[in-house]
């Protein structure tokens, strides 16, 4: 094979296709190959930042000034583990269950007592696969193959299942955890149509390629990325909510694991509690306790100020997440201990079903080849693995972590 016209002759391995950089003017290689192939009399060196890359050593200085991976200075609603949740470390499990472990213990047990649990508790899980005219063009495009239409008719049952809570509608922020590509909320803001006082905030801690938020450019609707991880986001600092005081609606899909848990705190606990209310109830026992708390758009009209939005600040109107990836929870993270507490389980039995959870999607399934997708469709599935590749994983390095 051949390099293409105007671009670097070095032949990349690892993937298998010549390198894309652009060459300087008479040069058959980039900067970052020259080197290797004794094209340049001066020499790179590993970036000590990020060695994945490499710098000529004579301008190190002038590139730690620029570099993408140096420290940069923290956000205002940067706040050190606000959504970190357990603060005893004393109740932090120090052992991880392994693979080989759980294949010892015998499995009747841990079954039986969930079983058991369960016959106890009346929740009675209704399934709502509802569809949104938002989404419906798309769906019916014939040049979106199996994955696009995977995700179009995910995102379209989110935006129907807000419909019928009463949650599309003008004078929100719509917080999308985990937003990626920002796929979600553009399909909110086109549910929306011309809604006015619409925010949109997208976090997402990692940088993301083929974003589609920068489409929007309508003057009804404001786009915003926060670049933070979940666990250190406080909303109360955000400049845009802490200006507007509008109701907030949390959205995200494909939130995995702790990433639910996180968000759910951020939410309840450190938006909806003022910072100066220290002797206040907890908000998740007042949402348990007061049966008014309820979504903002079942409030009458009068209750509604002059911007359309609610008087009482600080409300979150709703939640709508897809959960994904139970395997992934971390008992310091998760928002149901005290119910497991309450059961007589433990971080231990927390454990045992953790990684039980994956048994429900273990099972082969049909490959999709590349070649049968188009390009928007091989950037979801790309960015998807980013997604849960960044989630926050606690046993990163551990042998036992299940992948």
Not at 36 to 46: A, N, Q, T
Not at 86 to 93: G, Y
Not at 353 to 366: F, I, K, L, P, V
């Amino acid at each position: 094979p051949e390099p293409m016209a105007g671009r670097c002759a070095y032949f990349v391995q690892r993937k298998k296709r010549f390198c894309k950089m652009v060459p300087a003017a008479g040069r058959r290689f980039c900067g970052e190959h020259g080197q290797l192939e004794g094209e340049s009399d001066r020499k790179r060196i590993p970036c000590p930042l990020d060695p994945k890359h490499t710098v000529y050593e004579d301008q190190l200085q002038k590139h730690l000034k620029k570099c993408n991976s140096r420290e940069k200075p923290k956000p205002v609603y940067f706040v050190q583990d606000i959504n970190a949740g357990l603060k005893d470390v004393a109740e932090i499990p120090e052992i991880q269950v392994s693979a080989f472990v759980l294949s010892l213990i015998p499995v009747q047990i841990p079954i039986l007592k969930c079983l058991h649990l369960h016959t106890g508790l009346e929740l009675h899980h209704k399934e709502q696969i509802l569809p949104h005219q938002a989404l419906q063009e798309a769906l019916n495009d014939p040049k979106n193959g199996e994955s696009a239409f995977k995700h179009l008719k995910q995102q379209a049952s989110i935006l129907g299942n807000m419909e019928k809570l009463h949650l599309l509608g003008p004078g929100r922020c719509f917080v999308e955890f985990g937003a990626g590509r920002g796929k979600l909320s553009h399909w909110v803001d086109t549910a929306l149509q011309n809604a006015e006082n619409v925010h949109f905030l997208l976090v997402e801690r990692a940088t993301t390629r083929f974003k589609v938020d920068g489409k929007h450019k309508r003057r009804n609707s404001i786009f915003e990325r926060l670049q933070v991880d979940i666990q250190h986001l406080c909303l109360n600092k955000v400049p845009i909510l802490e200006k507007k005081k509008i109701p907030v609606v949390g959205i995200g899909k494909h939130l995995c694991g702790a990433a639910t848990d996180l968000a759910l705190r951020c939410l309840v606990e450190s938006y909806t509690t003022s910072s100066d209310g220290e002797n206040e109830e907890p908000v998740l026992k007042r949402f348990k306790n007061d049966k008014t708390a309820v979504a903002c758009n079942s409030c009458p009209d009068n209750e509604r100020n002059e911007e359309n939005t609610l008087e009482n600040p600080k409300t979150v109107a709703g939640i709508v997440i897809a959960l994904c990836c139970h395997h992934r929870c971390d008992w310091t993270h998760y928002v149901g201990r005290e119910f497991f507490k309450s059961v007589g389980l433990g971080p231990v039995e927390f454990h045992y079903y953790q990684r039980m959870s994956s048994w429900a999607t273990c099972g082969m399934r049909e490959g999709i080849t590349k070649s049968s997708m188009n390009e928007e469709e091989r950037g979801d599935q790309t960015n998807n693995t980013e997604e849960h590749d960044q989630t926050y994983s606690k046993t990163e390095d551990g042998s036992d972590t299940l992948q």
